[in-house]
């Protein structure tokens, strides 16, 4: 006689490396048992067939099946550290601007990211808010050459797609001035205008 073992295989038939509070499905190989028994890690159990699960704590987690077949027929199987739930990084960022009382232009910017990855490795992404290219290292700079309001945002992403971003406003000062004069081609001798043109926050002319 030759022991006769049912399949208790199954797979995941959605992503197995997922955010907190997003939900797996799972299917058996054989969907023609008796009865069908999940275990999800710590987090819960059931008797469906093909059933989905949401895992609302961050981890790594065992799944098994267990089976009984139309003859009576028992096996199970677990999938060791199938599942990684992931949980969303928190995104944080200093800057050494903030260490200065009037922001002038010219201003020479540096940012350091201080986010929290809750233990997963996660991606970078910079934005200045002055159009200037980005890369993604964890302390970045940039030149602001204006005066405005600039926000500089950073998102950090896991490799199971959860991210988190935060922004800071720099409030860049500083006078604008122009002027023409007329006409443009003199000889000398010869009387020249001088037309200021802009004077943003000017307070005196030398």
């Keep these: 006689v030759i022991p006769f073992v049912p399949n208790a295989g199954f797979q995941a038939t959605?992503?197995?490396q997922i955010c907190v509070g997003e939900a797996v499905g799972f299917a058996p190989f054989n969907g023609a048992h008796v009865e069908y028994e999940w275990e999800f890690g710590n987090l819960g159990t059931s008797t469906e067939t093909s059933p989905e699960f949401i895992f609302?704590?961050?981890?790594l987690y065992d799944i098994t099946l267990s089976i009984i077949d139309t003859f009576g027929c028992r096996n199970s199987?677990?999938?060791t550290e199938y599942i990684d739930v992931q949980a969303f990084p928190e995104a944080?960022?200093?800057s050494w601007a903030d260490t200065l009382e009037h922001l002038c232009y010219p201003l020479s910017a540096s940012f350091?990211?201080?986010?929290d990855g809750m233990g997963n490795?996660?991606?970078r992404e910079w934005d200045f808010g002055n159009g200037a290219p980005a890369v993604a290292n964890p302390t970045v700079g940039t030149q602001y050459t204006a005066p405005g309001d600039y926000t500089v945002s950073l998102i950090v992403t896991t490799s199971a797609g959860c991210s988190d971003s935060t922004g800071h406003i720099l409030d860049v000062e500083g006078p604008i001035a122009d002027?023409?004069?007329e006409p443009g081609l003199i000889c000398r001798g010869q009387e020249v205008t001088f037309n200021i043109t802009e004077q943003t926050d000017v307070e005196f002319w030398a």
């Design 14 to 16: 959605t992503a197995k």
């Design 56 to 59: 609302d704590t961050p981890g």
């Design 77 to 79: 199987l677990t999938r």
């Design 92 to 94: 944080d960022f200093v």
């Design 112 to 115: 350091t990211d201080q986010s």
């Design 121 to 123: 490795p996660y991606s």
């Design 179 to 181: 002027f023409s004069l």
